[in-house]
């Protein structure tokens, strides 16, 4: 997706108002997916990059630890299986994103985190984003070895107070729970031709630099 493919190389932010209002420019919006296991840096990046590219940030782990923290019955019923590793029913997270959409009607561009995480929920969010006459440009995917993984998340737990950090059988469950059945949703997005994997492993801003290439590459393209 080109920012500037109708627009003649204004910058960005002079046209961010017509994106934002007009339904025909819709299309113009840039919508990313930060895609990886857990502890692969997803939540960290997601936050540097809204920070440069104004997307906004749409995290289904955050969403539902907001509902846990509010005690609302989405949140009672979401923890059960969040706790023990396992997905939220697909009908749960697909709700709760569609509303998100919908109240963030003049974003010029959402950035995914944890989302989607089956083929069904991207399946979703695909006809989600039709409905706004947009479409997920580009999929980022965080490689990271298992153990780096298992290391950063019982080290994250010693001070989180997430209780899926602290137990390493709960970990490495998140881990089989994300081979399974999150794993597919790489090949739903390579054969849509929109997949590209980064190295998650070095600093944070290395990492960074790696990603914000390959949305610099996509946007000019
Ligand atoms: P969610 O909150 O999405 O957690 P996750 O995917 O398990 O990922 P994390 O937040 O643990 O890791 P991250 O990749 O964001 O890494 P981070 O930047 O934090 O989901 C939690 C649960 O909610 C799921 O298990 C599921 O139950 C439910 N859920 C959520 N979405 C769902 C969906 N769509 N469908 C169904 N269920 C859903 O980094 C991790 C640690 O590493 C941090 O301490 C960080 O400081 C450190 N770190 C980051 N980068 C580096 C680096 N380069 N070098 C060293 N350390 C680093």
Redesign the pocket.
Same mark, same amino acid.
């Given at each position: 997706m080109n920012y500037f493919k109708y627009i003649g190389g204004w910058p960005f932010y002079k046209i961010e108002y017509y994106i934002c209002h007009s339904p025909r420019l819709a299309a113009l919006m840039f919508n990313l997916i %930060?895609f990886? $296991? $857990?502890?692969?840096?997803?939540?960290?990046? *997601?936050?540097k990059l809204v920070d440069k590219y104004g997307m906004v940030h749409l *995290?289904?782990? #955050? +969403? %539902? /630890?907001e509902e846990i923290a509010n005690k609302t019955p989405l949140g009672l019923e979401?923890k059960k299986?969040?706790?023990?590793?396992? +997905?939220? $029913?697909?009908e749960?997270?697909i709700g709760m @994103?569609d509303s998100s959409i919908e109240h963030h009607k003049e974003a010029a561009g959402f950035l995914f985190?944890?989302? $989607? /995480?089956?083929v069904a929920?991207a399946q979703a969010l695909d006809k989600l984003l039709s409905f706004k006459g947009s479409e997920i440009d580009l999929v980022l995917a %965080?490689e990271?070895s298992e153990e780096? +993984?298992v290391h &950063? +998340?019982l #080290?994250?737990g010693k001070t *989180?107070g997430?209780p899926?950090?602290t137990n390493e059988s709960v970990i490495r469950k &998140?881990l089989t729970?994300?081979s399974n059945e999150?794993s597919p949703v790489a090949d739903y997005y390579k054969k849509a031709h929109k997949f590209k994997a980064v190295a998650?492993?070095? *600093?944070?801003a290395? @990492?960074f630099a790696a990603l914000r290439q390959a949305v610099d590459m996509e946007m000019a393209s």
């Open positions: %930060l990886g $296991p $857990p502890g692969s840096g997803k939540g960290t990046q *997601s936050e *995290s289904t782990g #955050n +969403l %539902l /630890r979401a299986f969040m706790d023990h590793g396992q +997905l939220v $029913p697909d749960v997270v @994103i985190d944890g989302f $989607p /995480r089956t929920q %965080l990271v780096e +993984l &950063r +998340l #080290n994250r *989180s997430r899926d950090d &998140r729970v994300y999150t998650g492993e070095g *600093s944070v290395e @990492i």
